[in-house]
């Protein structure tokens, strides 16, 4: 899908990097001094890290597109582990219960920026983040680099957005992070607290409430709010922010 790969050591953002490219581009830095998340938050770089934005041209929409990112991520680091990296719905990576990475769509017309970020070889962290963020270098039994992790990166996003939708929804269920966590989720205006059954990530979100009845939250007015510990039951305990 791709012909041409640009690599930079600092940006800004590799997704305004990305608007004066071809379709077919792969922007990767080492290090972004301004990157974005979902829903107009910030992504912490701080150096020690992989930003990539695959530039893609689709005439039509893909539902499983975040899918098929946060596969790319999962794909990419698990090389240097020792099980299944865990897929935070919608598309964080999560290691040991910790966040190593996350993706970020855009699309304007037919035009698709896919935005991905790791977290390599850092290994100190503001104070707020210290309990929700890590590395690679922290939580991945086998020591890799930078380099490694951008060329695996490469050809995971390659693959990922190849794939058929049936693999894709099987990979993405065999990596389901929050599969019987208990979660609080917002459907608009509404919040509801349960455990969650199943995720079928651009279709809807199943739970199990306290008082066992599944409930069903469409996927596109999905919002988790909390996720907390494990061991945690309904109406137990604080719940613990992740």
Known sequence: MFHRVEVVASTDSTMELARGVDAGTIIVALEQTSGRGRRGRTWFDGGGGVAATAVLEMASEDPLLSTRAGLAMAAAVEP???RRAGLKWPNDLVIAERKVGGALIERSGSRVHVGIGINVDRMAWPAELENIAASLAEVAPMATTRLDVACSL?????????APEPATREAWGARDWLRGRLVRIRDREIEHLGRIVVIEPDR?????????RLVRVPAATAEIVEVMSLGHRLGVGDPDRR
């Not at 490469?154 to 190849?162: E, F, G, N, Q, T």
């Open 80 to 82: 240097w582990l020792d």
């Open 204 to 212: 809807h979100l199943d739970l199990m409430d306290a008082e066992e």
């Open 154 to 162: 490469l050809s995971a996003v390659d693959r990922c957005m190849r």
